[in-house]
């Protein structure tokens, strides 16, 4: 078994404006550009550093810390180089995000979508969603940014659609109650319960307020601008860093063969997505990958502003309506300019997205758990858009594809009992099918009656 390669604190990063170019020091928490008001990212000046370690000698290095037993290495930053060099691992906060496991349709499921797939499944982080790498990220550098810079009171805060919400709770709550606090914002009645206990568990100060998620955001963004608080919605780049551990984690599980790969990704903010294809961009640019995988976004028709983009290329922002992938249910998603630049330069025709009705997430959703799987409503949003894609054709069946359930079933169980019960709104547009039916039976506690009821053969 070959040593573990530790890391070293190394490179240099600095926000840069994706619009004009401009670079600002990484410790100032600016959100977006303070010259022309466009989105930022975090670019490692010194990149090209990397390009010395040959391809091989990073998968060396990548796979030899998958035998470690060192928390900090374990999770997300497994990738350290490619996240956020510059902090040391003593700064890392490891709560066990990352590392999520790839799980084979079965094949009847595989029958049923049109084509063998897999699912990754990052229901299967600390708060249960996708959100918690970036949280990983962005509470690291936080904590990291305390030390450093010695600042003794901060307050993080994000607009949420629920999980984000309880990523960030949760991971400030690990943080020292003297320095830290956590304050977030919800669209009253638009997250589950599930959703809403997870910030109130973690101790967070919950704010409800009237509206959609995007109202949510525009406060934020203004209390972002023009107070003092460390924003942790995906439109601090320091979040897109550690959701590009998504991408590396699934090169890595296909043994660094991307070759004829499909990512299918649900779309809300789009931040994960941006995410997704800046991390795959770094593998092609180091040479751990040989080709860029194809990206298959989906949203539901009810909140589809990148698939109308994608359709008629033209960019509109959209008033949404009920979704059951609520958690995506965003009509004026922040991050897709960062899109729009990573498509027109880099995926050209590797990017597809489609638009899905509300019935096709539920029976995706339904379809895949009576196969095995655990996917919340946004998962379902990915099975129904990789059926549709292939079904007109999008995508031919003979490429290989990874599915991206974002969050744990459990989170979104109201949803199922709304369908099991026939009970959704009429703005849904969701009518329930039989077949996918589900109730208990109240029966009395009697094996006879029991075996009856289920006409029990009996034993000789
Ligand atoms: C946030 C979220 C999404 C949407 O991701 P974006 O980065 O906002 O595009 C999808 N599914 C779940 C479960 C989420 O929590
Ligand atoms: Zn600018």
Avoid at 25 to 46: H, R
Wanted: glycine share 8%.
């Amino acid at each position: 078994m070959s040593e573990v390669t530790m890391p070293e604190v190394q490179g240099n990063l600095v926000y840069k404006c994706i619009g004009c170019g401009q670079t600002y020091d990484i410790y100032e928490f600016v959100y977006t550009c303070p010259q022309c008001g466009s989105l930022l990212k975090i670019e490692n000046t010194l990149f090209g550093e990397l390009l010395k370690t040959p391809p091989d000698t990073w998968k060396q290095i990548f796979d030899s810390r998958r035998n470690t037993t060192l928390g900090e290495l374990s999770g997300i930053f497994r990738f350290h180089e490619l996240i956020l060099p510059i902090i040391p691992l003593e700064d890392i906060i490891y709560l066990g995000e990352g590392q999520t496991p790839i799980v084979r349709a079965n094949p009847e499921l595989s029958a049923w979508v049109g084509a063998p797939f897999f699912v990754k499944n990052d229901g299967l982080n600390p708060s249960a969603s996708f959100k918690d790498r970036g949280m990983a990220s962005a509470i690291s550098f936080l904590n990291h940014a305390i030390r450093v810079k010695n600042l003794d009171s901060v307050l993080g805060i994000c607009a949420s659609t629920g999980d984000t919400s309880a990523a960030a709770a949760l991971y400030l709550s690990y943080l020292p109650k003297s320095k830290v606090s956590a304050v977030v914002l919800l669209p009253q009645g638009k997250v589950t319960s599930q959703q809403l206990s997870q910030p109130l568990g973690s101790g967070a100060q919950v704010i409800e307020m009237p509206g959609v998620f995007d109202d949510c955001m525009r406060v934020v963004e203004e209390l972002a601008q023009n107070y003092h608080v460390f924003l942790l919605n995906s439109k601090n780049p320091v979040r897109i860093l550690g959701q590009k551990s998504y991408a590396y984690e699934i090169a890595q599980q296909l043994g660094w063969d991307t070759g004829d790969l499909v990512v299918v990704v649900p779309i809300g903010n789009a931040g994960n997505i941006t995410a997704i294809m800046e991390g795959f961009l770094d593998l092609k640019k180091l040479g751990i990958v040989g080709e860029l995988p194809t990206i298959l976004g989906v949203q539901s028709h009810h909140a589809d502003p990148v698939s109308r983009w994608r359709s008629t290329g033209d960019y509109r922002p959209m008033k949404v309506s009920p979704s059951v992938a609520q958690a995506a249910m965003i009509g004026d998603p922040v991050s897709f300019p960062k899109v729009r630049q990573l498509v027109e330069e880099f995926y050209d025709d590797r990017f597809h997205v489609v638009s899905v009705t509300e019935s096709e997430i539920m029976e995706g959703m339904l379809t895949a758990n009576r196969h095995g799987h655990v996917v919340c409503t946004q998962g379902g949003e990915s099975v129904a858009g990789l059926k549709k894609a292939l079904a007109e054709r999008r995508i031919p069946a003979d490429h290989r594809f990874v599915l991206d359930s974002t969050s744990h079933q459990l989170k979104f169980a109201s949803f199922q009992q709304r369908y099991f019960n026939d009970s959704f709104d009429q703005e849904y547009g969701i009518h329930t099918r039989e077949e996918l039916k589900n109730n208990p039976t109240t029966l009395e506690a009697s094996a006879q009656k029991i075996a009856q009821f289920l006409g029990l053969a009996k034993r000789d």
